[in-house]
C-alpha cells in the first residue's frame, strides 16, 4: 500500500532519495514537472488556451517555472506571474527561473495587470507542503482574486493555503483539479476540504515505496495494486462449502430491502451459500426475490456455529432488544459484520460493545460512527477516533464516505482510492456488507475482508457509473461486482 507522509517528513524524504540515486533535487523537480505535464496535456489537448502560472519562493514555484517552461516548449500560450525573485527564494526556484526562455513573459505580480481572460486555466503553484501558516495580506488578497476568475484552476501538489496534515483555517485556492505529487497529502482526503481539492489526481514522480515506508506514520493509501495479493484463490475441485456459508441478520418490516441487497451482493461476491433472517414474528410469509437466497430463522437456541461469517443491522430496525443482539455475538463467537442498526444499538447500549467479537468489522457512516464516538468537529479528529475506538474495541472501524477509512486494530489507518458520488444512494452501504460478509465467509482475514470489500465496492459503483450516473441505484453497484474480478484479474 502507498504510505501517505506527513508534510514535515516530504523534505527528508526528498533528500534520502535523491542521495541514495546520486540525482539532484532540481532533477526530481524535473521529473515533478513531467508528470505534471503529462497529466495536462491528456486533458488539455487545445493548445490555443491561454494558461496563467502563478509562482510562490519555494520549491512549488520552482515546480511552476519547469512546467510553465516544459508547456510553453508544446506551444501553449504561458503567462508566469511570481511572487519574488532572486533572494529568498529557493536554490532550485532559482534556477529555473534562469532556464525560462530569453522571450518568456513572467511578471512580478506586484506589476501584474490583475486581468484573466475569461475561459483560461490558472494553475497555482504558489505553495505546496512548505506552507507554514495561514494566508494573508496581499497573498490572501491573490487567491481570492484567482478564486473570482472565469477560468478552470488547477492546483499542483496542493491547494495553496492549505496545510498538508490538518484542516484548514484560513484562505485556500479553489482547484477543480489537483495534481499531488507521488501520494496524496492527508488533507486532500479530507471532505471539508472539496471545495478547495476538486478532482484528486496522484501522479507518478517515480520515488519508490521503499523510500516511502521509511517515512510512513501507520497512513495508506489503498490502490488496485494491492488488491490481488489479498484474494483467496480456489480450485477446480473448489465446492460451494469452500466459498462460504454467510447469514444476514436485519430487515425489520418496511426495511426488507436493505438485507437482501446485503445477501444479494454476497452472492455477487462470490458466497457459496447465503441466508437470510428478516426480523419478523413469522417469516413463512417473506417473498425472497432472488431464488438464490435461502431464509433463515434465529430463535433462542439457534446454533450459529456452522455459519462462516454473518452480516448483522441492514434494516433492523430500532425495536431490537440489546440481549438478543448480545446473545447473537456470544453463540456466533466469531469476527463478524456490524452495520447500521446494530452499530445504533451499540451506541445506544455501551455494555454491549465489550463483547462484540474481536476483530469484528463496524461499518458505520459519518453520523452513526458520531453515535458510536460523540460529536466530531471535523474529519482529522473523527480518523483520530476512528483509530482510537478501532484500538480500544479491537475492531476494524470502516468510516464510510469518499476515500473511506479502514482503521485497524492495531492502529493503521487505510484510505480507499475507488468510489464516486454516484454512489451516494440508498442501500449502498448494504451492498458494501454484503460484499464484507462474503468475504469473511470464503476465509478472508477480517483485514482483508474490509480491504477487499471497500476497494471492490467503489471500483463496483465506479464501473455502474460508466453507463449510469445521476440515478444509478444500489442494486446497479451489485451487477456490477462480477465485473470487478475480471477488472482485476481475480479468478
Ligand atoms: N517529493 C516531493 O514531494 C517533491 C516536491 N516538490 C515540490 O516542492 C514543494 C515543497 O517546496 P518547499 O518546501 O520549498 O515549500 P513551498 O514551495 O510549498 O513553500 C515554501 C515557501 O513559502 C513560504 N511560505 C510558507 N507559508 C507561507 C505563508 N503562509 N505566507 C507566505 N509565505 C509562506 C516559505 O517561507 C517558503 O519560501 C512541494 O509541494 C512540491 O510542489 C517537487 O519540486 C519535487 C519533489
Ligand atoms: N461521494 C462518495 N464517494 C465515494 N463513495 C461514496 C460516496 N458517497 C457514498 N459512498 C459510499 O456509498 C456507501 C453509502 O453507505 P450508507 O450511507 O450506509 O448507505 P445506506 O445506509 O443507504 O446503505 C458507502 O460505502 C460510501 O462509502
Ligand atoms: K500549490
Known amino acids: 500500500m502507498l504510505p501517505i507522509i506527513n508534510g514535515e517528513s516530504i523534505k527528508e524524504l526528498d533528500q534520502e532519495f535523491i542521495l541514495s540515486k546520486g540525482i539532484l533535487s532540481i532533477d526530481l523537480m524535473e521529473e515533478a514537472a513531467s508528470a505534471f505535464v503529462e497529466w495536462f496535456y491528456g486533458i488539455f489537448k487545445d493548445r490555443t488556451i491561454k494558461i496563467y502560472i502563478f509562482c510562490g519562493p519555494g520549491n512549488n514555484g520552482g515546480d511552476g517555472l519547469a512546467i510553465a517552461r ?25 534556477a529555473n527561473f534562469k532556464k525560462l526562455p530569453k522571450n518568456f513573459i513572467a511578471t512580478n505580480f506586484e506589476n501584474w495587470n490583475r486581468q484573466i481572460d475569461h475561459g483560461s486555466i490558472v494553475i497555482d503553484a504558489i505553495f505546496g507542503v512548505g506552507l507554514s501558516r495561514v494566508l494573508e495580506g496581499a497573498i490572501s488578497d491573490l487567491i481570492g482574486e484567482l478564486n473570482n476568475a472565469i477560468a478552470t484552476r488547477i492546483a499542483i501538489d496542493l491547494p495553496s493555503g492549505l496545510p498538508s496534515d490538518s484542516v484548514t483555517t484560513g484562505q485556500v485556492f479553489h482547484a477543480e483539479h489537483t495534481v499531488t505529487f507521488q501520494f496524496p497529502k492527508l488533507s486532500l482526503l479530507f471532505p471539508e476540504h472539496i471545495q478547495f481539492t476538486g478532482k484528486l489526481h496522484v501522479v507518478d514522480i517515480g520515488i519508490e515505496d521503499q523510500f516511502l515506508q521509511k517515512f510512513s506514520s501507520n497512513t495508506f493509501y489503498i490502490r488496485k495494486e494491492d488488491i490481488f495479493s489479498r484474494h483467496r484463490y480456489f480450485h477446480r475441485f473448489s465446492h460451494k462449502g469452500d466459498f462460504g456459508r454467510v447469514l444476514f441478520i436485519g430487515g425489520a418490516p418496511g426495511k426488507i430491502g436493505a438485507l437482501f441487497l446485503s445477501s444479494y451482493a454476497a452472492l455477487r461476491s462470490g458466497s457459496g451459500l447465503v441466508s437470510c433472517a428478516p426480523e419478523f414474528e413469522e417469516n413463512s410469509s417473506v417473498q425472497i426475490p432472488y431464488n438464490e437466497i435461502m431464509l433463515f430463522q434465529v430463535k433462542s437456541n439457534t446454533d450459529l456455529g456452522n455459519m462462516d461469517a454473518i452480516g448483522i443491522g441492514p434494516g433492523w430496525g430500532t425495536a431490537i432488544d440489546p440481549d438478543y443482539f448480545l446473545s447473537i455475538m456470544v453463540r456466533f463467537n466469531k469476527p463478524m459484520v456490524i452495520d447500521a442498526d446494530a452499530i445504533n444499538l451499540l451506541a445506544a447500549n455501551p455494555f454491549l460493545l465489550k463483547k462484540v467479537p474481536k476483530n469484528s468489522i463496524l461499518t458505520p457512516h459519518l453520523k452513526e460512527f458520531e453515535r458510536l464516538v460523540g460529536k466530531v468537529s471535523n474529519h ?6 476512528a483509530t482510537s475506538f478501532a484500538i480500544e474495541y479491537n475492531v476494524v472501524v470502516i468510516l464510510k464516505g469518499a476515500h473511506t477509512l479502514i482503521a485497524l486494530p492495531d492502529g493503521r489507518k487505510l484510505f480507499n482510492s475507488t468510489g464516486n458520488q ?30 477487499c470489500g471497500v476497494f471492490h465496492h467503489g471500483l463496483a459503483g465506479e464501473l455502474a457509473s460508466q453507463s449510469k450516473r445521476r440515478g444509478m441505484i444500489a442494486s446497479d453497484i451489485i451487477e456490477k461486482i462480477p465485473n470487478t474480478f475480471i477488472e482485476l484479474g481475480i479468478e
Open 380 to 385: 482529522a479528529e473523527r480518523i483520530e477516533k
Open 422 to 451: 454516484y454512489m451516494a444512494t440508498a442501500g449502498s452501504g448494504d451492498v458494501l456488507t454484503g460484499m464484507i460478509t462474503s468475504f469473511l465467509g470464503q476465509g478472508y482475514s477480517p483485514e482483508n475482508a474490509a480491504i
Open 70 to 94: 516544459l508547456l510553453s516548449k508544446m506551444g501553449y500560450p504561458i503567462n508566469v506571474l511570481y511572487l519574488m525573485n532572486g533572494k529568498g527564494c529557493s536554490k532550485d526556484f532559482q
